[in-house]
């Protein structure tokens, strides 16, 4: 089975920083791409940045240009991918889920291209 595990959400005051963690693991054969989503309560889930295999990063628009700076990257070798966030604001509080794009054993016996997401990881931003 495959498995997404993130950490490193948390209570943090405006102006601060975390950095997420999302650690893939299972029979896994080809990595496409990783992202991170968020979601804040009841906002649909928006993608806030991604990174593929050859180390191309993607900012949403809404998360570019904005005064908390996101930052992804990936250890290829550990399967995971970071997230880092600076000066955060409250307005950055929410769930924040890492997705798995990869060609993997997701049914016993069987490797195909899916995506698979994590349980998710609670930032909290308070003013």
């Known amino acids: 089975q495959v498995r997404l595990v993130e950490s490193g959400g948390g209570l943090v005051q405006a102006g601060g920083s975390l950095r997420l963690s999302c650690a893939a693991s299972g029979r896994i054969f080809v990595i496409y791409a990783m992202a991170w989503y968020r979601q804040a309560p009841g906002k649909p889930r928006d993608l806030v940045a991604s990174i593929t295999s050859d180390n191309r990063t993607s900012y949403d628009d809404s998360v570019s240009g904005r005064f908390t700076i996101f930052s992804i990257s990936r250890d290829s070798a550990k399967n995971t991918v970071y997230l880092q966030m600076d000066s955060l604001k409250p307005e950055d509080t929410a769930v924040y889920y890492c997705?798995?794009?990869?060609?993997?054993?997701?049914?016993?016996?069987?490797?195909?291209?899916?995506?698979?997401w994590g349980q998710g990881t609670q930032v909290t931003v308070s003013s």
């Open positions: 997705a798995l794009d990869a060609h993997a054993e997701y049914v016993s016996g069987a490797y195909h291209r899916d995506t698979r």
